[in-house]
Structure formats: C-alpha cells, structure tokens
C-alpha cells in the first residue's frame, strides 16, 4: 500500500461515521446511505492528492451531496418506496415443478407394463412396432396398455384439468 492509500484509508477511518451520518440525513435510509457514501468516497478517491488539506471535509460533504443529487435525478423519479412490496407479475416456476411431481405421482400409480409403454411412447417416442419390440409384446398389446394406462391417468386427474372440448387445458 502506497502514501496515498495510506493517507486515504486513516482519513476514512477518521472520518467514515460522521460522513455515513450525514448520507443518513441525506436519504434517510441507512442502506442508500452506505451506498451513497460508498459511491462518493470512489470518486473522492480517484482525486485523493488535490483534494487533501483543511477543506477535506467541506469538499467530501459536497461529493456526497452532488453524488445524492445524481442518483436522486437518475432513479428518484422511477423508485417510490412503499411500505409493502406488490405480488411478483411472471410465470410460476412452482407450477412447473408441481405439474411434474403430480406426473410422476400418476406413473408410479400405474402397473409396470402400463408405465413402461407410456414412457417409451410419449418420453422416449418410439412407434408402437419398436415399444412391442423392446417388451417382448404383440402390437396389440402395447395398444391395449396405451389405451388402458392412458384411460387411467385420465380418471386419477381432476376434473378441472380438461377443456370442454376434450383437450387439456
């Protein structure tokens, strides 16, 4: 650490509560205050060697001060603080979760053969031929399952799930 970190880090040492107290009484939040005083102390950095002596402290006020004023004009006019925060608006990411637990649910309540056409048909996409294949089953068969496992999931699912046109919702 060089003279001028030096000199920069005791005069904040120094003088870091008084400057935070004032950012406090300039925001009136303890965290913009910090903020603030973080981001005026930057700038204050970047001209440390002119800015030393006895107006110190006059010339840090005034770069909070100014430094207030810029973030106030940035922003001040599209944040309104309020007392509690709104409803997040955007898509559910539980639901997604929620819908692929109640499909495993329903698997699971299904008979192995039935869960396994219903997952090398619709998770795997295999045609009928190659499903009768990999279980050692007719054709017919694989279509008895589908049609049988798929009439179950059907009855396990609420009432709600289907639209008026038969489609799921």
């Known amino acids: 650490m060089d003279e001028r970190d030096a000199e920069f880090a005791e005069y904040v040492g120094e003088r870091s509560a008084a400057l935070r107290r004032y950012a406090y009484l300039l925001t009136g939040d303890l965290a913009s205050a910090d903020d603030l005083l973080q981001d005026a102390l930057v700038k204050v950095y970047r001209r440390w060697p002119p800015v030393t002596g006895p107006g110190t402290d006059a010339y840090v006020r005034t770069v909070i001060a100014r430094t207030h004023i810029s973030v106030w ?20 990411v539980m639901a997604g979760v929620a819908d692929r637990d109640e499909v495993w649910r329903l698997l699971r309540g299904l008979g192995p053969r039935q869960r396994a056409v219903v997952v090398l048909r619709f998770w795997s996409d295999l045609p009928e031929a190659e499903i009768a294949a990999v279980l050692n089953i007719s054709t017919g068969t694989v279509k008895s399952q589908l049609h049988r496992a798929l009439a179950n999931l059907r009855a396990a699912l609420p009432d709600d799930t289907y639209a008026p046109d038969g489609g799921l919702r």
């Open 73 to 92: 004009r940035r922003v001040g006019r599209r944040e309104v603080p309020v007392a509690e925060l709104p409803e997040a608006q955007g898509p559910d």
